[in-house]
């Protein structure tokens, strides 16, 4: 795991390098309520924590759990760790004869930024396990850039509270600038077999629901929130299917906006109304391996309207997509095999650099309801990392690390569709044996 702490040091470097870099963000404040900074900000929090779970599962953990022939134990894990600065504009008032304060205005709008720190995880024994994993989300104005990018990676998994319930008094704590955390965890049983997997998991704030035919590459997943009343994540459709071209995939998937009450300026609480959720539905066309290298995805919206919402393409390395677990022994022997027979060391026959490149555009609806416009932006990014294959006796266990850094990713701005001009960085570590 030496890759995965020498990366993740480096994260912590980039974080600490900024502490102090900005001062005059550490004089006291009080975030201002019932704006549109504000509630967009509470709202960044509470969305990225409802749909990075299963984000997280339909990217690295459920196209891989299938149960391989033979084998009685398989896990497939993967850890998220991310940071996004800037995700909103929030209105403040500075104490203004406080240390840091003396060259700021009484009024400023300040920098919102929240870190991700997704968990999930699959134990199969045979033909049966458990899916079970967690979630903390972190998000603040108090405190430099670095500062807060750094307290979101070295707090990921606050095990002390797994539930978030926020009461009057922790609200008025956000709006005098404290930061904010939003943790839960989820459980539940798994049955993959030869042609068809299930899960499903219960969490305190959702239910979440995953069905698949490997053999076919269809799958579908489906997240509910608590009460079952709102579909909160909807993804369906075709699954990596091999073809002459690579390998093409084609789904559907949804995502429901929460949109945030009027509240009290007292007490912060809500207000008498509390609106709908809203839907954004999309579309989506990906083809992954042109020719071993190259990468190319379209998406549109449907709902709330018609328009793009992604169009990418990218170069990276070859093998830098991870094939499923039932493939990866034969796939594996081969690559030993060839070693051998040209003199190479089999090895590191099974380590992979892994580097991608990828550019486009990314678009999102217009969204009233976050005083936020239609917008179709420049969309880039880069991945570096390391995956190796374990020992001899687990030729077919896999551990990957990646380092990304992307720019108005269509992802984040579909869970944060008021964000503009978003950076956000995260190191993924993902092991499948």
Same mark, same amino acid.
């Given at each position: 795991?030496?890759?995965?702490?020498?990366?993740f040091a480096l994260?912590?470097l980039?974080?600490?390098?900024?502490?102090?870099?900005?001062?005059?963000k550490?004089?006291e404040h009080?975030?201002?309520?019932?704006t549109t900074?504000?509630?967009?900000?509470r709202?960044?929090?509470a969305?990225?924590q /409802?749909?990075?779970? @299963? &984000?997280? #599962?339909?990217?690295?953990?459920?196209?891989?759990f !299938?149960?391989?022939?033979?084998?009685? *134990?398989?896990?497939t894990?993967?850890?998220?760790?991310?940071f996004?600065?800037n995700?909103a504009?929030?209105?403040t008032?500075?104490?203004t004869?406080?240390?840091?304060?003396?060259?700021l205005?009484t009024?400023?709008?300040?920098?919102?930024?929240?870190?991700?720190?997704?968990f999930?995880?699959t134990?199969?024994?045979?033909?049966?396990g458990l899916f079970a994993?967690?979630v903390?989300?972190?998000?603040?104005t108090?405190?430099?850039?670095?500062?807060?990018g750094?307290a979101?990676?070295?707090t990921?998994f606050?095990?002390?509270?797994?539930?978030?319930?926020?009461?009057?008094?922790?609200?008025?704590?956000?709006?005098?600038g404290?930061?904010?955390?939003?943790?839960t965890f989820f459980l539940?049983?798994?049955?993959? /077999?030869?042609?068809f @997997? &299930?899960? #499903?998991?219960?969490?305190?704030t959702?239910?979440? !629901?995953s069905?698949?035919s490997?053999? *076919?590459h269809l799958s579908?997943?489906?997240?509910w929130?608590?009460?079952?009343?709102?579909l909160?994540?909807?993804r369906a459709?075709?699954d990596?299917?091999?073809?002459?071209?690579?390998?093409?995939?084609?789904?559907v998937?949804?995502?429901?906006w929460?949109?945030?009450?009027?509240?009290?300026?007292?007490t912060?609480?809500?207000?008498?109304?509390?609106?709908?959720?809203a839907?954004?539905?999309?579309?989506?066309a990906?083809q992954?391996?042109?020719?071993?290298?190259?990468?190319?995805?379209?998406?549109v919206?449907?709902?709330?309207?018609?328009?793009?919402?992604?169009a990418t393409?990218?170069?990276?390395?070859?093998?830098f997509?991870?094939i499923?677990?039932?493939q990866r022994?034969e796939?594996?022997?081969?690559?030993v095999?060839?070693?051998?027979?040209?003199?190479g060391?089999?090895?590191?026959?099974?380590?992979?650099?892994?580097?991608?490149?990828?550019g486009g555009?990314?678009?999102?609806?217009?969204?009233?309801?976050?005083?936020s416009?239609?917008?179709?932006v420049?969309?880039?990014?880069?991945?570096?990392g390391?995956s190796?294959h374990?020992?001899d006796?687990?030729?077919?266990?896999?551990?990957?690390?990646?380092?990304s850094?992307?720019?108005n990713?269509?992802e984040t701005?579909?869970?944060i569709?008021?964000?503009r001009?978003?950076w956000?960085?995260?190191?993924?570590?993902?092991?499948?044996?």
């Amino acid at each position: 795991m030496r890759p995965a702490l020498a990366a993740f040091a480096l994260v912590a470097l980039w974080s600490a390098s900024a502490l102090g870099a900005d001062p005059e963000k550490k004089c006291e404040h009080r975030v201002i309520a019932n704006t549109t900074g504000y509630r967009n900000a509470r709202i960044a929090v509470a969305q990225t924590q /409802l749909h990075a779970p @299963s &984000l997280l #599962a339909d990217r690295q953990i459920f196209p891989y759990f !299938v149960n391989v022939p033979g084998g009685d *134990l398989n896990v497939t894990m993967a850890m998220d760790m991310g940071f996004v600065p800037n995700v909103a504009r929030v209105p403040t008032l500075n104490e203004t004869d406080g240390p840091g304060c003396e060259d700021l205005p009484t009024y400023s709008l300040r920098d919102y930024d929240i870190a991700v720190n997704n968990f999930a995880l699959t134990v199969l024994f045979e033909w049966i396990g458990l899916f079970a994993g967690m979630v903390t989300t972190f998000g603040g104005t108090a405190g430099a850039p670095g500062e807060r990018g750094l307290a979101g990676f070295i707090t990921p998994f606050a095990f002390q509270r797994f539930i978030a319930s926020p009461d009057a008094t922790e609200r008025v704590s956000e709006r005098s600038g404290s930061r904010a955390k939003e943790s839960t965890f989820f459980l539940g049983p798994a049955v993959a /077999l030869r042609y068809f @997997s &299930l899960r #499903a998991a219960w969490a305190p704030t959702m239910l979440m !629901v995953s069905t698949a035919s490997p053999e *076919l590459h269809l799958s579908a997943s489906a997240t509910w929130s608590q009460d079952l009343e709102t579909l909160s994540y909807l993804r369906a459709g075709l699954d990596q299917l091999p073809t002459p071209a690579g390998r093409t995939s084609a789904y559907v998937r949804q995502l429901t906006w929460q949109v945030s009450p009027r509240t009290f300026l007292d007490t912060g609480a809500p207000g008498d109304e509390v609106p709908k959720a809203a839907r954004f539905m999309t579309v989506h066309a990906e083809q992954l391996d042109l020719l071993g290298l190259l990468d190319a995805g379209v998406a549109v919206s449907m709902t709330p309207g018609v328009a793009l919402h992604q169009a990418t393409a990218g170069v990276h390395t070859l093998r830098f997509h991870p094939i499923p677990l039932s493939q990866r022994a034969e796939a594996l022997r081969a690559r030993v095999g060839e070693a051998k027979e040209s003199g190479g060391d089999p090895d590191l026959a099974g380590t992979d650099f892994r580097g991608r490149l990828w550019g486009g555009v990314a678009g999102v609806p217009a969204a009233p309801y976050y005083d936020s416009e239609a917008a179709v932006v420049p969309s880039a990014g880069a991945d570096v990392g390391v995956s190796f294959h374990l020992g001899d006796k687990s030729r077919n266990s896999r551990v990957t690390q990646v380092l990304s850094l992307r720019w108005n990713e269509a992802e984040t701005l579909a869970q944060i569709p008021f964000a503009r001009n978003v950076w956000a960085v995260s190191m993924n570590i993902g092991l499948e044996m």
